[in-house]
Nanobody
Framework: QVQLVESGGGLVQAGGSLRLSCAAS?????????MGWYRQAPGKQRELVAV???????NYADFVKGRFTVSRDIAMNTVYLQMNSLKPEDTAVYYC?????????YGQGTQVTVSS
């Protein structure tokens, strides 16, 4: 019922910035309550990066506080992740996330690689 398409990943040097975008398609226009981002590094479990509700409440992982900012366009069902001061340990596949009614959805993922 929800399709997510990410864009904006790539290769950047440590200290640089990237902006990820994710557009959600929902059958029949509906507002998605929560959207955000997870990531998975090689050999590690998928972990929460940041989420934002339709009311604007946010939740960040401790390791990105002060560096990453999540935002969204409610009308367009689009979520963004502005990533600044990137570190090599931020290298991972970043997945867009949406919680709609009772279900969680993930996008196909976009690779972010930070070189030292």
């Amino acid at each position: 019922q929800v399709q997510l398409v990410e864009s904006g990943g790539g290769l950047v040097q440590a200290g640089g910035s990237l902006r990820l975008s994710c557009a959600a398609s929902v059958r029949g226009f509906s507002i998605i309550n929560t959207m955000g981002w997870y990531r998975q590094a090689p050999g590690k479990q998928r972990e929460l990066v940041a989420v934002i509700t339709s009311g604007g409440s946010t939740n960040y992982a401790d390791f990105v506080k002060g560096r990453f900012t999540v935002s969204r366009d409610i009308a367009m069902n689009t979520v963004y992740l502005q990533m600044n001061s990137l570190k090599p340990e931020d290298t991972a596949v970043y997945y867009c996330y949406a919680r709609y009614i009772l279900y969680a959805y993930y996008g196909q993922g976009t690779q972010v690689t930070v070189s030292s």
